[in-house]
């Protein structure tokens, strides 16, 4: 075994080498802060549009085709759920539930509920045209953490309709803004 010949002498040292990989674990915790603060910025917003229909030449078309092309074709119908109001996108008109929906003994009551509150609105409306056309619209959901707990009952109530329902969950403190 090798012994230091001189008791002046020092040994290896790995302190120089720890100081490097503190500082490295350092800059990598700062740079990976920045990103995740930047990532989820105040001021960013998402415009809700709805897109233009561009139809293919139908004498080109494949039986296979003119399917993919149908459900392509299906545009959604975005409506936002707190658990309290909903509201059509990009309209911006709501209407709000006074009442949980789940304290209902029945799901009837529940619909009907539901029913009676769009009634006459333009919410009311807009979830009609899309139960008229269910091969070409569809129901987006997007849903805050509030309203998270009836949920079910909402997005039930969409589906007794014949309407097919994403759910999308969103930032309950994102804002929401009129484009014009």
């Not at 399917?67 to 996108?89: C, F, K, M, N, S």
């Amino acid at each position: 075994m090798a012994n230091l010949s001189n008791d002046d002498e020092e040994g290896i040292s790995l302190f120089p080498m720890f100081n490097i990989l503190a500082c490295t674990l350092g800059v990598m915790v700062f740079i990976l802060a920045t990103v995740a603060t930047v990532s989820l910025g105040a001021d960013k917003a998402i415009e809700i549009v709805e897109a233009p229909i561009e139809l293919p030449d139908s004498s080109e078309m494949t039986v296979e085709d003119a399917a993919r092309g149908a459900a392509e074709r299906r545009r959604p119908v975005w409506i936002e759920w707190d658990g309290v109001q909903l509201t059509i996108y990009p309209s911006m008109e709501t209407v709000g539930f006074d009442r949980d929906l789940r304290s209902f003994d029945s799901w009837d009551e529940t619909y009907a509920y539901i029913s009676e509150r769009l009634t006459g609105t333009r919410v009311g409306a807009s979830v009609a045209q899309v139960g008229l056309e269910p091969e070409l619209r569809y129901v987006v959901l997007l849903v805050r953490p509030s309203g998270f707990d009836n949920l079910l009952e909402i997005g039930s109530y969409f589906e007794f309709l014949g309407i097919d329902v994403a759910h999308e969950p969103i930032n309950q403190q994102w804002q929401r803004v009129r484009v014009n």
